[in-house]
């Protein structure tokens, strides 16, 4: 958009947009123990939790952490027992998820409880938006300026008004492939963010 010509100033909109690739995805997984066990132990010592972070390091993803845990007492004829609720933060690459997902699927004590995605943070990409802004408000201003007789001759000032982040997915795709009782699971990939940066400039013309 551009506003009119006021006191030999024009004023003018421009925005600038791109898209990023996730450089990872957390994935946080919920491991019904047979046993109660705190602190990292868990991942050492209870039988469900170390067979599944087993199966994560023979895919080469070592960064799990135990993020909470929920136990459970129960009491029977042959007395008290313990089990516990295990949560964890897988921490895998885009080019690991369809393995790690056959993991999860094959085993019935794992299950994903939610995903979040990660994406570069780049202050060198938002420069390149800027300057794309700029290039692209000094051609506005110089064309309506053409138009109603007049140049640029300055810049007086240029402010960034916002940068908003969009998510955006595609049709969900069928990951995992073991033939277990849980099925193959489904996640939505690869998913990407379009950054739109806005900005508006005033000129000086003549």
Known sequence: MTEPLSND????????????????????????????STGGEALAQVREVKAFVA??????????????????????????????TYMLRVRVRPGQLGEVLDVLASMEDVRLTRTEWRFPASADRQGERLA???????????????????????????????????VAEESPRMLGTSKTKKGT????VPL??????RVRATFRVE
Do not use: N
Request: hydrophobic share 50%; aromatic share 2%.
């Open 55 to 84: 199966a994560l390091h023979q895919l080469g993803v070592d960064d799990v952490a135990l993020e909470a845990l929920q136990g459970r007492t129960t009491s029977g004829f042959l007395g008290r027992s313990s089990a516990a």
């Open 185 to 188: 699971l489904a996640l939505r």
């Open 9 to 36: 100033q024009i004023v003018v909109h421009a925005e600038h947009s791109d898209e990023v690739v996730a450089e990872r995805a957390d994935l946080h997984v919920a491991v019904e123990g047979s046993r109660l």
């Open 132 to 166: 794309a802004c700029a290039q692209l408000a000094r051609r506005k201003a110089e064309a309506a300026a053409a138009v109603l007789g007049a140049k640029v001759v300055g810049v007086i000032a240029f402010e960034e008004e916002r940068a908003e982040a969009v």
């Open 192 to 197: 990407r963010q379009r950054v739109t940066t």
